[in-house]
């Protein structure tokens, strides 16, 4: 079971993504948080990458496809596997296609989250994470217990440079122009779903349930 969780930056990929993790036993591959790690570790990797991502742009194809090849070879994820963030570009999507079936596999289904844009906007600018430990946080859903101080290390949170609202515009932007033309081209296959993804979050879990069958 290959589930796409799919949709523009903000709409709660991650945290559906991490649900179907938890409940469902299944191996969640984000490649924000593979290149956000590359990023903190300071890898030749993480430096080109945080130029692009600091801009609001996308990562080149042939870094981000080789970073996600690299795991799907090493996961075993036997009930199954969920893509988040991957592919965003028609690149990406036919090199996907041809590097599953090189395991012998194939996408399940294509889960499109939306979102309107203000509300994007709103969400991600809302977003503080751990500059020592990685711990994410939401000052609405989730904020910090002590002020704006972790939970887990008691280091100050931080809002990331790529969640600020004038690089947000930009990533959505760019969204539009190099990402959504993937719906046409999941539509094609017949697996694509639209999903309203607006509401709290256990009640869009319900609604993504009834649209992903279990392994």
Request: aromatic share 6%; hydrophobic share 35%.
């Amino acid at each position: 079971m290959i589930i796409i969780l799919f949709g523009a930056p903000g709409v709660g990929k991650g945290t559906q993504a991490k649900l179907l993790q938890e409940r469902r036993n299944w191996f969640h591959l984000s490649t924000g948080d593979l290149l956000r790690a590359a990023i903190r570790d300071q890898t030749p990797l993480g430096k080109s990458a945080k130029f692009y991502m600091d801009k609001g742009e996308l990562v080149p194809d042939d870094v981000v496809i080789g970073l996600v090849e690299e795991k799907i070879a090493d996961q075993s994820a036997p009930e199954g596997f969920i893509l988040d963030g991957f592919p965003r570009t028609q690149a990406q999507a036919k090199a996907l296609d041809d590097m599953l079936a090189a395991h012998g596999k194939s996408i399940s289904s294509v889960i499109n989250l939306i979102v309107p844009e203000n509300l994007i906007v709103h969400r991600i600018t809302q977003r503080r994470v751990c500059p020592s430990c990685g711990a994410s946080y939401n000052l609405e859903a989730n904020p910090p217990k002590n002020g704006l101080n972790c939970d887990a290390c008691g280091t100050l949170v931080t809002l990331r440079d790529d969640d600020r609202e004038e690089t947000i515009r930009k990533r959505l932007k760019v969204y539009e122009e190099k990402t959504a033309p993937l719906i046409s081209y999941y539509t094609l296959t017949g697996k694509l779903t639209d999903l309203d993804a607006v509401g709290e979050i256990e009640d869009i879990y319900k609604r993504l349930g009834n649209h992903v069958p279990r392994a």
